[in-house]
């Protein structure tokens, strides 16, 4: 995770409550927009479920997902088994910087006290095997060597198989390997833990032939780093990239990010209404910076196919900022949660993707310390149900808004106030395929009046689940501010939607197998 201090691009100051004129910036107006989505049903590739990642730290007992005793919660784990998550990362972020597996207790990297390992592997991959997950674990490269590495892939991958202590089973092998987290950032209450890009090159090589040595299947990424983004400085080692590529020699599988924390203003004042249409326009910097670091390494190592992971990620409006920070649980960060897992799943260089975070973890957890559902989890699930079989292609005509550069999010002349993601069941085309349309509502205070087609097909049945709220910028972090409701909508070869402000929509299909003559 990393922290505002550390971004080049400067420090702001706290916001307050919104005034009057703000607040009228989101009341909701009679008028209304419209907006016509046409779906192609041809199916396309197979829509990647990797995407639909999160994040476990071992600390605190796993972020309250475990008892003083070592035990899973029931209702915490019962929640994460709901969800569903597809790949889960460990240790946590910055942790991984001082964390030893093999030790009992470990040391918290920021208050430094020391704590039981009550989350340690075994667990984490108990947990894995519970919720259907596929483990993903962060190295130390810092505090850690590379021989402690090699001990780590040898126990979770080795010929000694270790057993589930909750089915008897082996525990799953662990794929998916990152060396160390965001080693392009410093980290200003930690100056001890910082690495220079060529110490850092000089590690990873050795940490990847130590890892390999053991398991020379497994895939390993290494965090890499546009210089800027929509402008702006986003690490204190301008040329990181290069200066890493250009002396690492082993051979790595994909680049790890963490381009996707917006909109992260920075400056003095931002109102709220900046700061709403900052992250209604977080996912297009977001996906212009996945296809700037494609180009770049295309350039740095040609021939080499190298996805990308997006292994953190979260509405960020602002960090260490006071009252903006709250907005990490708002109606409108879980709308750029939404919309930044669309981008995710329609680009096909994308590997995996995490959200930080899965439990507790201040207001980060998709799912609080009692259990219940924050707005991020109920995106998430919403999203998952979305995110499976084959994507679609989706043509979308409707109204823009333009909205101003704030934070790390660039200007946008002409951004859509819907935007769609499609699916289908693998069987689309055939008579009684499932399509599955997203819909997003980016209006803050109008309604979105839309008709929807299928290929000019007959839908037999339509249900829309869907996700609105009535204040977008709340943020007083309790259950209810983003509601989930269900209904049918009347079949017919063009279904009526209609979105109220700032909520996202499932609309769900039953298509036909024949084309309306």
Avoid at 290 to 307: F, H, W
Avoid at 362 to 388: C, N, Q
Avoid at 478 to 487: F, V
């Amino acid at each position: 995770m990393l922290a505002a201090s550390v971004l080049a691009v400067g420090a702001g100051a706290l916001l307050g409550r919104a005034s009057c004129s703000e607040e009228a910036a989101f009341r909701p107006v009679e008028a209304t927009h419209a907006f016509e989505v046409d779906v192609d049903p041809a199916p396309g590739a197979a829509v990647n479920r990797r995407v639909l990642g999160s994040n476990v730290g071992w600390a605190f007992g796993g972020d309250d997902l475990l008892t003083k005793e070592g035990a899973f919660v029931p209702a915490m784990l019962e929640r994460v088994r709901a969800l569903a998550p597809t790949v889960l990362r460990y240790p946590g972020g910055t942790y991984s910087d001082v964390f030893h597996w093999e030790a009992a207790t470990n040391e918290h990297v920021f208050n430094r006290q020391v704590q039981p390992t009550l989350m340690d592997t075994r667990r984490f991959l108990e947990l894995c095997e519970r919720v259907g997950a596929q483990p993903l674990i962060t190295v130390n490269v810092v505090t850690g060597t590379p021989e402690e590495a090699a001990r780590w892939v040898a126990f979770t991958n080795g010929a000694t198989t270790t057993v589930s202590r909750l089915t008897g089973r082996p525990l799953p092998r662990v794929r998916y390997w990152e060396i160390g987290n965001e080693p392009y950032l410093k980290e200003e209450s930690r100056d001890d833990i910082d690495l220079r890009p060529d110490a850092y090159a000089g590690r990873a090589d050795r940490f990847i032939a130590a890892m390999r040595a053991v398991d020379p299947d497994i895939l390993i990424g290494l965090p890499l780093t546009s210089d800027t983004r929509s402008g702006l400085p986003v690490t204190p080692y301008p040329g990181f990239t290069r200066t890493v590529l250009d002396r690492v020699g082993e051979r790595f599988d994909y680049a790890s990010l963490h381009n996707a924390y917006m909109p992260f203003a920075f400056k003095k004042g931002e109102s709220q209404e900046s700061l709403y249409w900052g992250a209604m326009a977080g996912a297009l910097t977001t996906q212009a910076d996945l296809a700037a670091m494609t180009r770049l390494l295309a350039q740095l190592r040609p021939g080499q196919d190298l996805p990308l992971a997006i292994t953190e990620y979260s509405p960020i409006f602002g960090l260490g900022r006071g009252a903006i920070d709250q907005l990490i649980v708002s109606p409108a960060g879980a709308l750029y949660l939404a919309d930044v897992l669309r981008v995710f799943a329609q680009t096909p260089g994308v590997l995996l993707a995490n959200h930080w975070s899965l439990s507790a973890n201040w207001i980060f957890g998709a799912i609080r310390s009692d259990g219940l559902p924050r707005p991020a989890y109920e995106v998430l699930k919403l999203a998952g149900e979305a995110i499976r079989g084959r994507l679609l292609t989706a043509r979308v005509r409707a109204a823009t808004q333009r909205v101003r550069a704030i934070g790390q999010v660039g200007a946008v002349d002409a951004l859509p106030l819907i935007e769609v993601l499609a699916t289908a069941s693998d069987a689309a085309g055939a008579t009684g395929a499932e399509v599955r349309v997203m819909l997003i509502n980016k209006d803050p205070r109008r309604h979105g009046i839309g008709r929807l087609r299928v290929g000019g097909t007959d839908v037999a049945e339509a249900r829309m689940s869907l996700l609105s709220s009535t204040d977008p910028m709340a943020s007083t972090d309790r259950p209810g501010i983003l509601t989930r409701t269900e209904s049918t909508l009347p079949g017919g070869p063009e279904i009526a939607v209609d979105l109220p402000p700032c909520s996202i929509a499932l609309v769900t299909l039953g298509v036909a197998g024949s084309r309306r003559s």
